[in-house]
C-alpha cells in the first residue's frame, strides 16, 4: 500500500481487498463493551476540514479514537484560513507541531495530493473528499457494505467483488462519491453502470470503466446494487434538469421502481439522503436500504485505513502474516 | 524475535511429531480437569494462527473426558503488540469470543510456543478489553525459554531448551498438512 490514501484509482484489488477483510475485523471491535483498541496510541491525527461535513468528519473521529490516536480537529471556519492563510501555511503549522497522519476534505480537486507530494509535511495524507474528484473511504465504505450484503459476513474474507453489477443513479457530475465508486468496484471486479441524465454526466466519461444509460428502468432488473446520490444543488451553477419533479419521475426511486429489482438486491445512498427527490421515504426506509449500515461500517473502514497507514513502521504491504513470539 | 518462518525443512529435525503431540495434548487436557476440578467454566482462546486449531483439539479432548460441550474460541492480538511500530502492520486475523463471554470464567490461553512472552502480555491486554475472566491460565505445545517477561506457562507440552541461533516451528496439519515441531538453525539473510 503506499504511503497516503488520495484516490481509489491507487488501490490494488489486493491492497483494497485487505482493507475490506481489516475493516470486518474492526467490526467486531464496535460489538464488544469497551469499543477501543491500543493500536495508535501516542499517534497524532489532525481532521482538517476546509469543507462542511458532519459524518464523514464523526466519523474519522470515532475511528481515530477507537484506535487511542490523540486527535486534533481543524475546521476552515474562523481559522486562520479566514483571514487568509495558505494551504502550505497550515501544512507547515502541522507539521511543526509533529502529527502522524492528516485527514483532509478540501473543495478544491487536487488539494490532498498537493498537501501530500509538495514536501510541506512528513505526514500520511488521507482524502476525505476534495472537490468534484474523489472520495476514497468512501467507496471503500460502499464496497465493504455490498460485499457484506452480497457475498456474506464471513464467506466475503478475501473475496472480491467479481461479477456482480452495480448501478450508481443520479448527480454523476458533481460526484466524487460516484467517481471514486467507479474506480474501486473496477478494481474489484464489479460491472458499473452510471445512469444520469444526458446534463448530469461528465465529459471524458467515455475512459471511465462503465457503462452509461440514460434509462433507470431498463437497467434496475440487472442490478445487484443500486446506489442513489444525492443532487448536489450546491454545486450547480445552471439548470441541469427542468424540474425537481421531472428529475424525481425519471431519476428517483420509488417502491415501484424498487420492485423491479432482483430480490437480493439492495439501495444504497451514501447520505445526506433528499427524501421525495432522489429517494422515496418508502424506499430510504425499507429493510434493502443500507444507508445507515454505511455510516456504521463507514467507522470499521477509517479504523482499517488508519491502522494499515499507520499501525506499522511503514504501509502494510500485504496480506502476509510473520509468526513471530 | 524469532521469525519461525526463516526455519527451513531441509536443516531442521523433528522434535515431536504427529503421536507425541496428540499425546501431549490428551496429558494437558486431564491436568486442565485436575487443576480446574472438573473445568466447568473453562473457555479456551486460542491465539492465531496454531493456537487456534490447538485449543479446538484441547476443546475435543476435554469434550471426551467431561462429556460436555467446551467453549472454545480465538484472540488475535495483533493491535496490542508492542512491537507494532517496528514492523509493517499485519493482516488482523480472527477473534471469536464464545457466546457467554468471559466474565467470571476461567480462560485458558492457548498458544503453539512459548519463547519472549510478549504475545502472552499482549493477549492479557486484550482480554482486559473484552471482559473479566475469573482467572487466566496459559497452555502451550512447546516452551522454548529465553523469557523476556516474568511470564510463564501453566500446562506445557514439552520443554525445549533452545539457543537464540535455533528456531522452533510447529506444523499442524489444518493449517501445514503435518503435526510435528521442527527445531532448526536460525538463517542469516545477510
Redesign the interface.
Same mark, same amino acid.
Given at each position: 500500500m503506499q504511503r497516503h490514501l488520495i484516490s481509489a484509482a491507487d488501490l490494488t484489488r489486493d491492497d483494497a481487498v485487505?482493507i475490506l477483510? #481489516?475493516a470486518e475485523?474492526?467490526a =467486531?471491535v464496535a460489538d =464488544? /463493551?469497551?469499543k477501543?483498541? /491500543? #493500536?495508535l496510541r501516542g499517534r497524532t491525527v489532525v481532521n482538517l476540514f476546509f469543507e462542511d461535513s458532519t459524518r464523514t468528519r464523526i466519523s474519522f473521529e470515532a475511528a481515530e479514537k477507537r484506535l487511542s490516536a490523540d486527535v486534533i480537529n481543524f475546521t476552515a471556519k474562523g481559522s486562520s484560513v479566514s483571514k487568509g492563510e495558505s494551504l502550505k501555511d497550515t501544512a507547515q503549522t502541522l507539521e511543526a507541531m509533529g502529527v502522524d497522519a492528516v485527514v483532509i476534505r478540501h473543495g478544491a480537486s487536487g488539494a490532498p495530493y498537493r498537501l501530500a507530494n509538495s514536501g510541506w509535511i512528513d505526514a500520511a495524507v488521507i482524502n476525505a473528499g476534495d472537490g468534484t474528484h474523489q472520495h476514497p473511504t468512501q467507496a471503500l465504505l460502499d464496497a465493504f457494505t455490498m460485499r457484506r450484503r452480497l457475498v456474506g459476513r464471513d464467506a466475503g474474507l478475501g473475496q472480491d467483488l467479481d461479477g456482480r453489477r452495480i448501478t450508481i443513479v443520479g448527480d454523476v457530475l458533481h460526484s466524487r462519491v460516484a467517481r471514486s465508486n467507479v474506480d474501486l468496484l473496477h478494481t474489484l471486479g464489479a460491472e458499473v453502470t452510471l445512469v444520469a441524465p444526458p446534463t448530469l454526466v461528465p465529459v471524458g466519461v467515455e475512459t471511465w470503466p462503465c457503462e452509461v444509460s440514460y434509462d433507470l428502468d431498463s437497467t434496475l432488473p440487472k442490478s445487484d446494487a443500486v446506489m442513489m446520490l444525492r443532487v448536489q444543488r450546491e454545486r450547480m451553477n445552471a439548470a441541469f434538469f427542468p424540474t425537481e419533479r421531472e428529475y424525481s419521475r425519471r431519476y428517483g426511486l420509488d417502491g415501484e421502481r424498487m420492485a423491479k429489482m432482483p430480490e437480493h438486491a439492495i439501495v444504497m445512498h451514501p447520505g445526506p439522503m433528499v427524501r421525495g427527490m432522489e429517494i422515496t421515504a418508502e424506499v430510504a426506509d425499507s429493510e434493502r436500504c443500507t444507508a445507515i449500515e454505511q455510516v456504521a461500517n463507514g467507522v470499521s473502514i477509517r479504523m482499517a485505513v488508519l491502522?494499515?497507514l499507520l499501525?506499522?513502521?511503514? /504501509? &502494510? &504491504?500485504s496480506? #502476509?502474516? #510473520?509468526?513471530?513470539? | 524475535m524469532d521469525r519461525q518462518q526463516d526455519t527451513q525443512a531441509s536443516d531442521a529435525r523433528p522434535v515431536l511429531e504427529g503421536p507425541d503431540i496428540a499425546r501431549v495434548l490428551t496429558r494437558i487436557a486431564h491436568e486442565i480437569v485436575e487443576r480446574a476440578k472438573g473445568a466447568d467454566d473453562v473457555v479456551l482462546l486460542g491465539i492465531p494462527t496454531r493456537g487456534v486449531f490447538l485449543a479446538q483439539r484441547l476443546a475435543a479432548k476435554l469434550e471426551e473426558i467431561t462429556e460436555r460441550k467446551m467453549p472454545v474460541g480465538s484472540l488475535d492480538i495483533t493491535m496490542y503488540r508492542d512491537d507494532l511500530r517496528m514492523h509493517p502492520p499485519r493482516a488482523l486475523a480472527r477473534t471469536e469470543i464464545p457466546g457467554d463471554g468471559i466474565d467470571g470464567r476461567l480462560v485458558i490461553l492457548v498458544d503453539d510456543v512459548l519463547f519472549s512472552g510478549r504475545t502472552i502480555r499482549a493477549a492479557l491486554d486484550a482480554l482486559n478489553d473484552i471482559g473479566r475472566p475469573r482467572a487466566v491460565q496459559l497452555a502451550v505445545l512447546v516452551d522454548r525459554g529465553h523469557r523476556e517477561l516474568p511470564i510463564r506457562a501453566d500446562y506445557v507440552g514439552k520443554n525445549i531448551p533452545t539457543s537464540l541461533r535455533e528456531t522452533v516451528k510447529v506444523q499442524l496439519a489444518e493449517e501445514d498438512g503435518r503435526d510435528t515441531v521442527l527445531l532448526g538453525a536460525k538463517q542469516t539473510s545477510q
Open positions: 485487505l477483510d #481489516t475485523e474492526m =467486531r =464488544r /463493551p469497551i477501543k483498541l /491500543p #493500536t491502522y494499515l499501525g506499522g513502521n511503514e /504501509p &502494510a &504491504a496480506h #502476509t502474516r #510473520t509468526e513471530e513470539k | -
